[in-house]
Each structure stands twice: as C-alpha cells, then as structure tokens.
C-alpha cells in the first residue's frame, strides 16, 4: 500500500518565482492538506482540498494556491517567490470526515535564493 | 485561537532513561491531540494519537494521557534507545474541522 508522495524532493528557485509542488494521497484517501515547515519550527496550516475545492485556509497569502484533480491527487502553487518561502512543505492526506487521522509525505524542500 | 506549547528543547538522555516530554494545549471544545515524529530529512510519522479526555495513546513503548483538567497531553517512555533520536511533535485537530496545529517540537539526541 503506497503511502502519501510527494514531488519534487527538493528544488532551487529564486525571488520572484512561481512554483508547483505535487502530492498523491495514500490509497483510499479523498483529502489533501499543505503545510510549511520552517527550519526549526512546526509545520504551519496552508490549505486543505477536498472534492476538488479549497475547503480550510490557514493565514497565507493569495501567493499560495492549489488544486484538487479528480484522482485526489493535488498541487501547491506559490507565485513571487521571497526568500521567507524557503522551507520543508508537507502534504498530509486522509479521509474527509471528523475524526481520521493525516498522514503526511517525506515533503519537498524548498530553496528560494 | 488554538495553540499548543512543548518544552524547550533540544532533550539529551543516555540510552534506557525515562523520558517526558512536555506538551499543554489552548484551545476551545473538545480537540483530539496527536504525538507526531520527525527523523532527519523525512517527513512526519503520526506516533500515536488520543480523541477525547482520559484516553490514553500509545505506540511503540510510548504513551500520553489526554487530561484536560490541565489541558495537558505528555508524551513519556520508560526506557529510551539512541534510535528514538529524532524530533517530536505535538499537536491538536480542532473540534469542528481537521486542520492540524502543532507546536514547536522537541530535539530529542540519546546516546548509547
């Protein structure tokens, strides 16, 4: 049972940039929820999809957004990159639903020079 | 708005002592509360997880007990080997939806 991937691992980008992170869920899962880990500190709520639609929004700017495709899988975007979005970003599926627990991805690092 | 607090860290213990690990929470309702763990350059293991007050979670000689008359959910082990070395995470879900808030995690380095 494939748990939660993500893609890249890591990437290099510079200010002013726009860029796309994958996620596929775990096998059977129907939500998907984005978070950014800082060096050093816990990871921070961006956005939950579910059903294709952006359902829960944490205190990010509009620079973030993402998308749901029909095979739950999903995608960040973050447009004009600063040098403050560098960090670890985590994508954590589950099953939509009170109660269920996420599980996360390894996470793709990201480098804003 | 919800928050969670964890001891300062980083945690340095000598292989098969006790470990604590301290974790108090605000938030309204009635949140569940997570333990999640961090190896080095991976992402996040869910280590065991506690849904309503008194519950006990537990995983692999770890366990937290949900007390809410502290708002308190400390992770503990009787006896710690080097390759729980990693960063440990505690966390809430909100009552009336799933996002997850964390708090700053512990450094945990045991040394054989």
């Known amino acids: 049972d494939a748990g939660v991937t993500q893609s890249p691992t890591h990437l290099i980008k510079t200010r002013g940039q726009q860029v796309t992170l994958r996620c596929s869920p775990k096998s059977g899962h129907d939500t998907v929820s984005w978070y950014q880990q800082a060096l050093g500190q816990g990871p921070q709520f961006i956005f939950q999809?579910?059903?294709?639609?952006?359902?829960q929004r944490g205190n990010f700017p509009d620079r973030f957004s993402g998308h749901q495709f029909p095979n739950y899988s999903s995608e960040l975007n973050v447009n004009a990159l600063l040098l403050g979005d560098s960090a670890l970003y985590l994508c954590?599926?589950?099953?939509?639903?009170?109660?269920?627990?996420?599980?996360f991805g390894p996470g793709t690092r990201l480098l804003v020079l | 708005g919800d928050s969670v607090t964890q001891m300062e860290g980083p945690v340095t213990l000598s292989e098969e002592a006790f470990l604590t690990i301290n974790c108090t929470y605000t938030a309204t309702g009635y949140p569940s509360l997570f333990w999640y763990v961090q190896y080095p350059g991976e992402g996040l293991q869910l280590l065991l997880k506690a849904t309503k007050a008194d519950d006990k979670g537990s995983n692999k000689g770890f366990e937290a007990t949900y007390r809410k008359e502290t708002t308190s959910f400390h992770l503990e082990k009787g006896s710690v080997q080097v390759s729980d070395s990693a960063v440990y995470f505690c966390a809430l879900r909100e009552t009336s939806g799933s996002r997850l808030t964390f708090g700053e995690g512990t450094q945990l380095t045991v040394n054989p």
């Open positions: 999809y579910y059903e294709e639609e952006e359902r």
């Open positions: 954590a599926s589950s099953l939509q639903g009170v109660g269920e627990t996420q599980y």
